[in-house]
């Protein structure tokens, strides 16, 4: 049993910066993967960055590729998503979940990879 709690949203103006944490409880942090999703106002839930348990790969959506930095540390049992250069369509709850599948393949991106998920934090960008 994992159990995930983020932190770190809030409002921010575009083209500034925000850094999401999301704190796991359980002894085993360190042998999961980890993700960052997303979910806008009446959007589906969609895949942006993703970490292995080491921290040795790591995988994002083009969306944000460039801009957005995901990060662990294993003794916090803590992963990070720096979020750079924001911009209003950024605009969205964050969700971070966790698996003990691997990363490799496009199955990362889907939802149904990931059996444990922490409740959302929201930020806002304004224009």
């Known amino acids: 049993q994992v159990q995930l709690v983020e932190s770190g949203g809030g409002l921010v103006q575009a083209g500034g910066s925000l850094r999401l944490s999301c704190a796991a409880s359980?002894?085993?942090?360190?042998?999961?993967?980890l993700a960052w999703f997303r979910q806008a106002p009446g959007k589906e839930r969609e895949f942006a960055a993703a970490?292995?348990?080491?921290?040795?790969?790591?995988y994002y959506a083009n969306s944000v590729k460039g801009r957005f930095t995901i990060s662990r540390d294993n003794a916090k049992n803590t992963v990070y998503l720096q979020m750079n250069s924001l911009k209003p369509e950024d605009t969205a709850v964050y969700y971070c979940?966790?698996?003990?599948?691997?990363?490799?393949?496009?199955?990362?991106?889907?939802?149904?990879?990931?059996?444990?998920w922490g409740q959302g934090t929201q930020v806002t960008v304004s224009s």
């Open positions: 979940a966790s698996t003990s599948e691997s990363l490799f393949g496009d199955s990362r991106y889907f939802q149904r990879k990931y059996n444990y």
């Open positions: 359980g002894r085993t942090f360190s042998s999961y993967n």
């Open positions: 970490i292995s348990w080491s921290g040795g790969s790591t």
